[in-house]
Structure formats: C-alpha cells, structure tokens
C-alpha cells in the first residue's frame, strides 16, 4: 500500500489534435499544439455522476462556464479527479454534451468529461 500522504496523479491529456488548432515549434523543430480552441460553445456545467467501484462513489459539478478552452477543461477535470478519487480513469479524452438544464435562472449546457484508463 503506497503512502496515502503522496500527491495524487495529474489528469493526463489524451485530446488528440484538433481541427483549426495552432501549434508552435521550438528550437529543435518539436511541434507543440496551443490548446487555445474552444470544443463547446456558450454557457455550460460539468457533471461527473460519481462511481463507488472506481472511486469515493461522491458526485462532481463545475461551476458555470463560458466556452471554456481546453487547459479550462483540463483544471476542471483534475477538479473532479480529486473530488471523486477516481484516479482510475485520468485521460482526458474529449467532453460530450448531454442536455440542457436551468441554473439560477439561465439555462444551460450540461457536459460530462470523456474519460479513459
């Protein structure tokens, strides 16, 4: 059993390049992609349903975003990775939106992170 004092993992990245996407390339001709692009437009929550066999079984949501970009995203998803436990599935691997709902009165997206293993 490991030191339960450690740092937990950090959310890997797992987005493959996206469609439009800038990149830069340094000294040694290494392409680097900004992920300066935003993969859901206009206002919208986060919400992780929360899974007792992978983790705490407590649920996750954002706060209220606007089209965040994908380093948002990814704060986000290490939110959500501490709040759960669920270190299980760390890559990060898109976003999905999967309804609309009314919070504090505006109506909103509701998204859920596409996690992998």
Do not use: Y
């Amino acid at each position: 059993m490991g030191n339960m004092n450690q740092t937990p993992p950090t959310v890997v990245f797992s987005v493959g390049p996206q469609p439009g996407e800038r990149h830069r390339t340094d000294r040694h001709g290494i392409k680097t992609v900004l992920r300066i692009n935003r993969p859901v437009h206009g206002r919208l929550i986060i919400r992780h349903e929360g899974d007792a066999f992978f983790g705490t079984g407590k649920a996750w949501q954002s706060r209220v975003m606007s089209s965040p970009t994908w380093i948002q995203l990814h704060k986000q998803a290490q939110n959500m990775l501490e709040a759960t436990g669920d270190w299980h599935h760390m890559f990060l691997e898109g976003i999905q939106v999967i309804g609309t709902e009314q919070v504090k009165g505006e109506t909103v997206q509701v998204c859920r992170f596409l996690m992998g293993s």
